[in-house]
Protein backbone atom coordinates (compact mmCIF):
# COMPACT_ATOMS: atom_id res chain seq x y z
CA UNK A 1 0.00 0.00 0.00
CA UNK A 2 1.12 3.00 -0.90
CA UNK A 3 -0.07 6.80 1.31
CA UNK A 4 1.11 9.98 0.96
CA UNK A 5 4.39 11.07 3.02
CA UNK A 6 3.18 14.13 3.98
CA UNK A 7 2.17 13.24 7.54
CA UNK A 8 5.35 10.52 8.13
CA UNK A 9 7.81 12.60 6.43
CA UNK A 10 5.98 15.67 9.30
CA UNK A 11 6.43 13.59 12.01
CA UNK A 12 9.81 12.89 11.34
CA UNK A 13 10.36 16.37 10.91
CA UNK A 14 9.13 17.09 14.05
CA UNK A 15 11.16 14.85 15.57
CA UNK A 16 14.31 15.96 13.67
CA UNK A 17 13.28 19.39 14.52
CA UNK A 18 13.26 18.73 18.79
CA UNK A 19 16.66 16.45 18.00
CA UNK A 20 18.18 20.00 16.67
CA UNK A 21 16.66 22.27 19.35
CA UNK A 22 17.59 19.75 21.87
CA UNK A 23 21.18 19.76 20.26
CA UNK A 24 21.30 23.85 20.03
CA UNK A 25 20.76 24.00 23.60
CA UNK A 26 23.11 21.73 24.15
CA UNK A 27 25.11 23.64 22.21
CA UNK A 28 24.84 27.01 24.26
CA UNK A 29 25.53 24.81 27.25
CA UNK A 30 28.44 23.78 26.06
CA UNK A 31 29.63 27.13 24.74
CA UNK A 32 29.30 28.42 28.02
CA UNK A 33 31.16 25.43 29.52
CA UNK A 34 33.85 26.07 27.29
CA UNK A 35 34.03 29.62 28.68
CA UNK A 36 35.39 28.27 31.70
CA UNK A 37 37.38 25.15 30.44
CA UNK A 38 38.23 24.45 27.36
CA UNK A 39 37.56 20.82 25.86
CA UNK A 40 41.02 19.44 24.62
CA UNK A 41 40.58 16.40 22.24
CA UNK A 42 40.61 13.35 25.40
CA UNK A 43 37.49 15.43 26.74
CA UNK A 44 35.69 15.40 23.40
CA UNK A 45 36.06 11.51 22.69
CA UNK A 46 35.18 10.94 26.49
CA UNK A 47 31.90 13.08 26.11
CA UNK A 48 31.20 11.08 22.02
CA UNK A 49 31.68 7.73 24.04
CA UNK A 50 29.37 8.59 27.44
CA UNK A 51 26.78 9.42 24.16
CA UNK A 52 27.14 5.74 22.66
CA UNK A 53 25.69 5.23 26.39
CA UNK A 54 23.28 7.29 26.88
CA UNK A 55 21.71 8.36 23.41
CA UNK A 56 19.57 5.41 21.04
CA UNK A 57 21.10 7.41 17.93
CA UNK A 58 24.43 7.24 18.96
CA UNK A 59 25.44 3.50 18.45
CA UNK A 60 28.92 2.19 18.54
CA UNK A 61 32.26 4.60 19.02
CA UNK A 62 35.60 2.90 17.45
CA UNK A 63 39.19 3.78 18.71
CA UNK A 64 42.27 2.12 17.81
CA UNK A 65 45.22 2.62 17.54
CA UNK A 66 46.88 6.19 15.91
CA UNK A 67 43.36 6.28 14.47
CA UNK A 68 40.86 9.14 14.60
CA UNK A 69 37.62 7.79 16.46
CA UNK A 70 34.79 6.29 14.09
CA UNK A 71 31.28 7.00 15.38
CA UNK A 72 28.22 4.73 13.35
CA UNK A 73 24.68 6.62 14.16
CA UNK A 74 21.43 4.99 13.14
CA UNK A 75 17.71 3.94 14.65
CA UNK A 76 16.86 0.29 14.53
CA UNK A 77 13.79 1.77 12.37
CA UNK A 78 16.23 2.24 9.61
CA UNK A 79 17.57 -0.78 9.61
CA UNK A 80 13.88 -2.33 9.30
CA UNK A 81 13.38 -0.03 6.48
CA UNK A 82 16.56 -1.50 4.48
CA UNK A 83 14.92 -4.84 5.27
CA UNK A 84 11.21 -3.79 3.83
CA UNK A 85 12.73 -1.89 0.88
CA UNK A 86 16.01 -2.64 -0.40
CA UNK A 87 15.69 -6.13 -0.52
CA UNK A 88 14.53 -7.38 -3.78
CA UNK A 89 16.05 -7.51 -6.72
CA UNK A 90 13.29 -6.72 -9.21
CA UNK A 91 11.49 -3.86 -7.17
CA UNK A 92 13.65 -2.78 -4.64
CA UNK A 93 15.22 0.55 -3.99
CA UNK A 94 19.14 0.87 -4.80
CA UNK A 95 20.84 1.41 -1.62
CA UNK A 96 23.32 3.95 -2.09
CA UNK A 97 26.10 5.31 -0.35
CA UNK A 98 27.96 8.41 -0.71
CA UNK A 99 30.94 10.38 1.43
CA UNK A 100 30.25 13.94 2.36
CA UNK A 101 33.27 15.94 1.74
CA UNK A 102 33.50 19.76 3.78
CA UNK A 103 32.54 18.74 6.95
CA UNK A 104 34.42 20.11 9.14
CA UNK A 105 37.98 18.02 9.65
CA UNK A 106 35.27 14.34 9.45
CA UNK A 107 33.76 13.11 6.90
CA UNK A 108 29.90 11.56 6.97
CA UNK A 109 29.39 8.18 4.74
CA UNK A 110 25.60 8.45 4.16
CA UNK A 111 22.85 5.42 3.39
CA UNK A 112 20.17 6.39 1.10
CA UNK A 113 17.38 5.10 0.09
CA UNK A 114 13.53 5.82 -1.82
CA UNK A 115 11.30 5.29 0.80
CA UNK A 116 8.43 3.22 -1.60
CA UNK A 117 5.32 3.44 0.85
CA UNK A 118 5.25 7.30 0.53
CA UNK A 119 4.70 9.22 -2.21
CA UNK A 120 5.08 12.89 -2.68
CA UNK A 121 1.80 14.16 -3.62
CA UNK A 122 2.70 16.83 -5.99
CA UNK A 123 5.33 14.56 -8.54
CA UNK A 124 4.15 10.77 -6.86
CA UNK A 125 7.47 9.82 -6.35
CA UNK A 126 9.07 8.00 -3.47
CA UNK A 127 11.29 10.21 -1.36
CA UNK A 128 14.57 9.32 -0.34
CA UNK A 129 15.47 8.99 3.17
CA UNK A 130 18.59 9.27 4.87
CA UNK A 131 19.84 5.62 6.94
CA UNK A 132 22.74 4.69 8.78
CA UNK A 133 25.22 7.35 9.08
CA UNK A 134 29.22 6.86 9.36
CA UNK A 135 31.53 9.84 10.97
CA UNK A 136 34.74 8.94 10.34
CA UNK A 137 38.56 10.87 9.33
CA UNK A 138 40.41 7.55 7.53
CA UNK A 139 38.82 6.58 4.00
CA UNK A 140 40.79 3.35 3.62
CA UNK A 141 39.16 -0.14 3.32
CA UNK A 142 40.07 -0.54 6.97
CA UNK A 143 37.61 2.32 7.90
CA UNK A 144 34.97 1.15 5.35
CA UNK A 145 34.78 -2.50 6.29
CA UNK A 146 34.43 -1.96 10.36
CA UNK A 147 31.58 0.36 8.91
CA UNK A 148 29.58 -1.88 6.42
CA UNK A 149 30.66 -5.42 8.11
CA UNK A 150 28.57 -4.12 11.47
CA UNK A 151 25.61 -3.09 9.72
CA UNK A 152 25.77 -6.84 7.40
CA UNK A 153 25.92 -8.01 10.88
CA UNK A 154 22.26 -6.76 11.37
CA UNK A 155 20.77 -8.55 7.64
CA UNK A 156 22.13 -12.17 8.42
CA UNK A 157 18.45 -12.80 8.16
CA UNK A 158 18.67 -11.54 4.35
CA UNK A 159 19.83 -12.45 0.99
CA UNK A 160 22.25 -10.34 -0.78
CA UNK A 161 21.90 -11.48 -4.20
CA UNK A 162 18.53 -9.51 -3.93
CA UNK A 163 20.67 -6.16 -3.06
CA UNK A 164 21.75 -3.39 -5.28
CA UNK A 165 24.00 -1.04 -3.65
CA UNK A 166 24.78 2.46 -5.14
CA UNK A 167 28.54 3.60 -5.21
CA UNK A 168 30.69 6.32 -6.07
CA UNK A 169 34.03 5.75 -7.83
CA UNK A 170 36.31 5.17 -4.82
CA UNK A 171 38.24 2.58 -4.28
CA UNK A 172 38.27 1.93 -1.06
CA UNK A 173 34.71 1.55 -0.93
CA UNK A 174 34.00 -0.36 -4.20
CA UNK A 175 36.22 -2.96 -2.23
CA UNK A 176 34.82 -2.61 1.02
CA UNK A 177 31.10 -3.16 0.17
CA UNK A 178 32.56 -6.15 -2.64
CA UNK A 179 33.50 -8.15 0.64
CA UNK A 180 31.47 -7.10 3.39
CA UNK A 181 27.85 -7.58 0.84
CA UNK A 182 28.87 -11.17 -1.33
CA UNK A 183 26.93 -11.56 -3.49
CA UNK A 184 24.56 -7.76 -4.37
CA UNK A 185 25.03 -5.85 -7.34
CA UNK A 186 27.37 -2.79 -6.87
CA UNK A 187 25.90 0.00 -9.10
CA UNK A 188 28.39 2.62 -9.61
CA UNK A 189 26.91 6.36 -9.71
CA UNK A 190 27.28 8.16 -13.36
CA UNK A 191 27.49 11.62 -11.82
CA UNK A 192 30.62 10.56 -9.89
CA UNK A 193 32.18 8.26 -13.14
CA UNK A 194 31.39 11.88 -15.38
CA UNK A 195 33.18 13.93 -12.75
CA UNK A 196 36.32 11.90 -12.53
CA UNK A 197 36.38 11.41 -16.54
CA UNK A 198 36.63 14.77 -16.48
CA UNK A 199 38.57 15.47 -13.90
CA UNK A 200 41.27 12.93 -15.18
CA UNK A 201 40.64 13.97 -19.17
CA UNK A 202 41.44 17.82 -18.15
CA UNK A 203 43.38 18.17 -15.07
CA UNK A 204 45.73 14.91 -14.87
CA UNK A 205 46.28 14.22 -18.72
CA UNK A 206 46.02 18.34 -19.54
CA UNK A 207 43.47 17.63 -22.74
CA UNK A 208 41.94 21.09 -23.53
CA UNK A 209 38.66 21.98 -22.93
CA UNK A 210 37.09 21.20 -26.17
CA UNK A 211 38.66 17.95 -27.03
CA UNK A 212 37.41 17.21 -22.88
CA UNK A 213 34.10 17.97 -24.01
CA UNK A 214 34.31 15.94 -27.04
CA UNK A 215 35.79 12.65 -24.88
CA UNK A 216 33.72 12.96 -22.34
CA UNK A 217 30.47 13.75 -24.57
CA UNK A 218 31.35 10.04 -26.51
CA UNK A 219 31.06 8.54 -23.19
CA UNK A 220 28.30 9.92 -21.56
CA UNK A 221 26.41 12.11 -23.47
CA UNK A 222 22.79 10.99 -25.31
CA UNK A 223 24.30 8.54 -27.82
CA UNK A 224 27.21 7.69 -25.91
CA UNK A 225 28.43 4.68 -23.93
CA UNK A 226 26.04 5.09 -21.13
CA UNK A 227 23.21 5.00 -23.41
CA UNK A 228 23.63 1.26 -24.00
CA UNK A 229 20.72 -1.20 -22.97
CA UNK A 230 22.46 -4.29 -23.35
CA UNK A 231 25.83 -5.94 -23.42
CA UNK A 232 25.45 -6.12 -27.34
CA UNK A 233 25.33 -2.75 -28.27
CA UNK A 234 27.39 -1.64 -25.66
CA UNK A 235 30.66 -3.94 -26.55
CA UNK A 236 29.89 -2.81 -30.22
CA UNK A 237 30.07 1.02 -29.49
CA UNK A 238 33.18 0.69 -27.08
CA UNK A 239 34.82 -1.35 -29.88
CA UNK A 240 33.99 1.78 -32.43
CA UNK A 241 35.18 4.14 -29.16
CA UNK A 242 38.37 2.29 -29.18
CA UNK A 243 38.62 2.43 -32.67
CA UNK A 244 38.46 6.26 -32.91
CA UNK A 245 38.32 8.47 -29.92
CA UNK A 246 40.54 5.83 -27.51
CA UNK A 247 43.19 5.77 -29.80
CA UNK A 248 44.37 9.17 -30.39
CA UNK A 249 44.21 9.25 -26.89
CA UNK A 250 47.16 9.90 -24.64
CA UNK A 251 48.53 6.31 -22.49
CA UNK A 252 47.19 7.68 -18.80
CA UNK A 253 43.61 8.55 -20.29
CA UNK A 254 43.36 5.14 -22.50
CA UNK A 255 44.70 3.30 -18.84
CA UNK A 256 41.84 5.12 -17.01
CA UNK A 257 38.82 4.20 -18.97
CA UNK A 258 40.00 0.43 -19.48
CA UNK A 259 40.37 0.36 -15.92
CA UNK A 260 37.65 1.81 -14.39
CA UNK A 261 34.81 3.24 -16.54
CA UNK A 262 35.26 -0.27 -19.04
CA UNK A 263 35.66 -2.64 -16.08
CA UNK A 264 32.77 -0.87 -13.80
CA UNK A 265 30.31 -0.75 -16.66
CA UNK A 266 30.54 -4.12 -17.89
CA UNK A 267 29.40 -4.82 -14.17
CA UNK A 268 26.65 -3.09 -14.28
CA UNK A 269 25.30 -4.30 -17.74
Not at 102 to 126: D, E, K
Not at 140 to 162: A, E, P, R
Not at 227 to 252: E, G, K, N, T
Request: aromatic fraction near 12%; include cysteine; charged fraction near 20%.
Amino acid sequence: MTVSCQWTVTTRQETCSRFVRRSAINGRRCAVSQTLHRLNFTDEILQVMAMAQSDIFVREVRISGNRVLCIMVYHDSQLRDIKSFCFDARRGSVLSFDKKFNLGSMYVTVRTYRHQALNRPTTGSSPNFFEPMFIHRQSDTDTYSYFLGSITSKFQDMDFQQLHLGLDDEFATRKSLAFCFRGAALLDCTQHLQRNTEHSARDSVGLSSSQSHHFVHAIFGDAGLTSCSDVASFDSAVDRFRSSLLADAPDQLREYFNNRYYIHSVQQI
